[in-house]
């Protein structure tokens, strides 16, 4: 009997562990080209008008799409007819902007459609989407891009916040469906920036099927134009599955590209999306990321807000270990900046630009690119990135130059003499160990001048109250491009006494006036002009002290072809492709 | 006293700890933590829109009636959706303590098993090399840091020799068992420490008493004394001490559940915390307090099932 019972426990466990293996290692079928990314943070569902953080944005544009979107290839960024059949027409005062829809573009098939069959996408859904992001009770955080620019929306939206139910078939002035194909929207005054706004996710085409059928829960269930198809979303689920869209229509990858990406045009001409399958794995944790990517689980890893991984990263190459496996290394300065905020509105640096210039002088910027950054990093003279019109590469701000004989001296000048009379000036920061590191760096530099600065750490939360209440002194914060248009900077120290932004709190009439000026322009050499003499203005006022304009590094495996990375490139991964037999190649490596 | 009008009475006084935990959760949100409107509505937020927001998230209604919401979900166990994720909140929770069930079950009956059997052992050979050595590595167990464990664990095991997987979950049995073996090798490693520690002092209380040097002057067996009169005598501290935990089994564990990409209760609150989202934190907060007095009362009631000295009153 008891041998019985050993032999029948014995058997218990082979059979487990022959289980536990064939779990483990199921083969995947060897044709089907599957790629598999990771997120570093929870998805916030699929819901274009909630999107407001870059991972969830990066998992909406697999769906949805809008009437712009922005050349894959070309740098600058190039807008291109995406849903729409062709680039707006303008009208001469700037203000009617005139669409043509693509015919025959279909939405994904769904329950919420007539047998569960797509419907055609007509100009009438992007009326509906517009409205729906103006409207009260959604509370999109986008709303804000759109407010006071479009005719009639605004009072749309005021008289929908004080009535129990929004009436999507009220018309609006400026947004008209002319007929099923044909789209005009009507400006309150002219906005170059418009274009630019309709690439951007919140403006993706959402069918209001959709929404009415799902109701609260249309955020987990996805239905829009796009090359790839999401069942139902699952906000439990670390793991996201995505299908090529059956019915995506005859899209092709780009034939032309910038000088820098000639070699990626080995695919042009064929047709999109080139993968069959997605696979998104939400991560959290940089080292399961880190160590999911090294066993050639993970095809792709953006390891730019990385501490391990970036250790690989040498200049532009990366680590010779890493190179025999045939991975490579992307790296692309963000569009972005990073600055030490000044509460410009403090009675310390109000008026007192010596103040503010002394401290901007005091901080050595080349010795934090090169302990936060490596010495990868853009030095920044300005609040405008590189990319963008307005920045000149060789612009030197005055007062970026790590000067401390220079910087006492407009210390003195500036009423406090080797520090004396300054009280302790705080620096809050975002209480991450990075961050805080940071904080500390700015700490030590000012310390060489005299001036003292405690560094406050906070949650993300307590950080922007704080700002918002005008509690801080100095903060360090980041901002980045939501288009690729210099006034989404600039904007920053337009009267932001008034509103939050960056928390500046500058107002400087000769730059108001400047600005206001230069948003009404379409591109052009005289509003490339204003651009630059902003930035210099923002430059030498020392409304915050800038620090860099990071690198973005993104690792990829060997077996992934046209991989690029970019700020405002959203819904990429339908032009990215797999060599699967490279891949069987540099697994055998691994 | 019967066994329900014990329990229906420890409920009751349940009623006004739940008011004290929802007083002191709304006073530390409305005092202390951030604005959330300035988190919802990101990076462009106007001040009309806040205002706005306000309104439609209730937060410019008077502080009572506020409070008096926050009383009304937490007694219907209506939260809502979440401020942040837009999710409904009790899917949420269900589909997180699923998660973190899967994992915390088995870890916790096994190690509770270990650690019980090897204070037995340690306090049978107490003295003795093996209770000194046991001794020894539970002090070493309990000083690594979990940090170090999971970290060790997933580099050697999963990532260097592949025997585990390294990060993931996938819903419905079998599927989630690769994913939660290594998490929950790391949590007995994690658990064995303190516990075998504790239970050997509570069993070591026991075997110097009168009834065991009866038992062995009677000439009973070591295995009897032991597993029948000395466990069943022990068993009161070691109830409580296991019943105590079974709460935090189901809210997570934090640090296994984030590095591991098991999406339990524990991610969901780091993340409610990070985000201001009062709703979940409410939520999760009334959830645990709830689950420690239902406890509390499950160890009163089984106190009398190990022990027929103990009455209820």
Sequence with gaps: MKNLIKLGV?????????????????????????????????????????????YSACEVAKIYEGLLGYHYLKRPYELVPNLAAALPTVSEDGCVYTFSIKEGIKFHDNTCFPAGQGRELVAEDFVYTIKRVADPKVQSPWFSMLAEKIQGLDAWRNKYAVVAQTDYTEAVAGLKAVDRYTLQFTLIRPWPQFPYILAMGFCYAVPHEAVQHYGAEFLNHPVGTGPFTLQAFNPQLNKLIYYKNPTFRDKRFPSEAAEAYQHLLADAGKKLPLVDKIITHILPEEQPRWLKFQQGTIDVADIASDSIAVEVVQGDRIAPRLQEKGIQLFLEPEQSTGLFVIN?????????????????????????????????????QSIIPPGLEGYQKDYTNPYKIHD?????????AAGYPGGKGLPVITLDVHATTQHRQQGEFFKKCMERIGVKIKVVPN???????????????????????????????????????????????????????????????????????????????????????????????????????????????????????????????????? | MNMYHYAIRRLLYAIPVLIGVTLVIFLLFNVVAGDPTLILLGKH?????????????????????????????????NFGRSWATKQQIMQMIKGGAYASLTLSIPAFVL??????????????????????????????????SVLAYILFGQWVFAYKLGWFEIAGYEYGFPNFLPYIILPAIIWIVLSIGPDVRFYRTVVLDEV???????????????????????????????????????????????????????????????????????????????????????FNIITDVLYTLVDPRVKLK
């Excluded at chain 1, 779990?23 to 819901?47: C, M, S, W, Y």
């Excluded at chain 1, 310390?348 to 990868?376: C, I, V």
């Excluded at chain 2, 106007?46 to 439609?56: G, K, N, S, W």
Aim: some cysteine; hydrophobic content about 45%; proline content about 3%.
């Design chain 2, 208 to 294: 110097h008493q009168d009834y065991v040097r009866t038992a062995r002057a009677k000439g009973l067996s070591n295995r009897i004394i032991l597993f029948k009169h000395v466990l069943k005598n022990a068993m009161i501290p070691i109830i409580t001490n296991l019943v105590i935990q079974v709460p935090s089994l189901i809210l997570g564990a934090l640090l296994i559940e984030n590095f591991f990409g098991i999406p339990g209760l524990g991610n969901i609150t780091l993340q409610a915390i990070n985000n201001s989202d009062f709703p979940v934190i409410k939520a999760m907060t009334i959830l645990s307090s709830m689950l420690y007095i239902i």
């Design chain 1, 459 to 590: 949650t993300f939360p307590e950080l922007l109250k704080r700002i918002d209440q005008k509690m801080t002194m100095l903060h360090a914060l980041s901002w980045s491009a939501d288009y690729p248009d210099a006034e989404g900077f600039l904007c920053l120290l337009y009267h932001s006494d008034q509103s939050m932004g960056i928390g500046a709190y500058f107002n400087d009439p000769a730059y108001n006036a400047l600005y206001e000026k230069a948003i009404v322009m379409q591109p052009s050499s005289e509003r490339t002009k204003l651009y630059e003499q902003l930035n210099s203005m923002a430059a030498e006022h020392v409304p915050a002290i800038y620090s860099v304009h990071r690198p973005h590094p993104v690792l990829y495996h060997g077996w992934i072809k046209n991989y690029l990375w970019a700020d405002c490139l959203y819904g990429t991964e339908q032009y990215i492709n797999i060599d699967l037999e490279q891949k069987k190649a540099l697994q055998a490596k691994f």
């Design chain 2, 111 to 144: 190690a509770s098993l270990a650690a019980i059997a090897m204070a037995l052992l340690a306090a049978f050979f107490r003295g003795k090399l093996l209770d000194r050595s046991l001794v020894v590595v539970s002090v070493i167990m309990m000083s690594i």
């Design chain 2, 45 to 77: 937020a106007t001040l009309q829109q806040m205002v706005e927001l306000r309104h439609e998230l209730g937060l410019d209604k008077s502080m009572l009636m506020q409070y008096c919401d926050t009383l009304k979900s937490a007694f219907t166990l």
């Design chain 1, 344 to 380: 410009n509105g403090h009675v310390l640096f109000k008026n007192n630009a010596k103040l503010r210039q002394a401290l901007s002088l005091a901080f050595d910027e080349q010795r934090y690119n090169e302990l936060f950054h490596k010495g990868t990093a853009v030095l920044a």
């Design chain 1, 10 to 54: 014995f058997v218990l466990i082979v059979l487990g562990m022959w289980f536990y293996t064939k779990r483990v290692h199921t083969p995947q079928n060897q044709n089907e080209k599957v790629l598999v990314t990771v997120g570093a943070a929870q998805i916030k569902g699929f819901d274009p008008a909630q999107t407001d953080d870059v």
């Design chain 1, 404 to 412: 401390l004989a220079k910087a006492r001296k407009l210390l003195t």
